[in-house]
């Protein structure tokens, strides 16, 4: 079946540090991958999705890039800010049985200290 | 904007109440989907639908059901809730299948079951 691993939090940064949260993922056929946030109180938004293997997905100067080769699918940002605080979910959607099953990862806490 | 509306934000109930939550999308959107999230296990999901008066059992039915009786409601129904379904639930709504895109997410209803 499919499946999403992320590294486990919390993470603790300063502002301005730069940050990796890696993601890798089993799955059958093509999927398209995202990275989803919460923010405290809220419900999960998307924060950027690539639908293909080398597409970059970019969004408030985050990145993350499908790697087929490895899998991989892991967010970057250059220079983390406070508001930036939130539990970040790796997700893939493929095609399974019929229609198209989202999975997600277990999600990263990710704080930003002053 | 898609605007996914979610009936209630807290809820508290006691052991064997019957529980409905109440989900509402805004975009003509076929599919819902019903999660729950619980800390350490991200988002599991417990039934999608999509179409009218169709569903799909997801990984965690058990002690759950779903109603969807109109294409932008979708309601998800404890029928004698017990104390290990406290948890958040999320309510998800997205573009058909073909569009493989991402899911837009209600803010969340937290029950508490005593």
């Known amino acids: 079946g499919n499946s999403v691993t992320q590294m486990e939090g919390p993470v603790t940064l300063s502002e301005e540090a730069f940050l990796t949260i890696n993601c890798t993922y089993t799955a059958t056929g093509y999927p398209s991958l995202f990275w989803y946030v919460q923010y405290p109180g809220e419900g999960l938004q998307l924060l950027l999705k690539?639908?293909?293997?080398?597409d970059k997905g970019s969004n408030k100067g985050f990145e993350a890039t499908y790697r087929k080769e490895t899998t991989s699918f892991h967010l970057e940002k250059g220079s983390v800010q406070v508001s930036d605080s939130a539990v970040y979910f790796c997700a893939l959607r493929t095609n399974s049985g019929g229609y198209q099953k989202v999975t997600f990862g277990t999600g990263t806490k990710l704080q930003v200290i002053p | 904007d898609v605007k996914v509306t979610q009936s209630s934000r807290y809820l508290v109930k006691r052991t064997g109440e019957k529980v409905f939550l109440e989900c509402v999308q805004d975009m003509d959107h076929e599919n819902m989907f019903w999660y729950r999230q619980d800390p350490g296990l991200g988002l599991r999901l417990i039934y999608f639908s999509y179409d009218v008066k169709m569903k799909e059992k997801g990984d965690i039915p058990e002690g759950y059901s779903v109603s969807r009786e109109k294409k932008e409601r979708f309601s998800l129904i404890l029928e004698s809730a017990s104390t290990n379904q406290t948890s958040m639930y999320l309510c998800?709504?997205?573009?058909?299948?073909?569009?493989?895109?991402?899911?837009?997410f209600g803010e969340g209803s937290r029950l508490t079951v005593l």
């Open positions: 998800a709504s997205s573009p058909p299948d073909r569009v493989r895109g991402e899911l837009f």
């Open positions: 690539a639908t293909k293997a080398d």
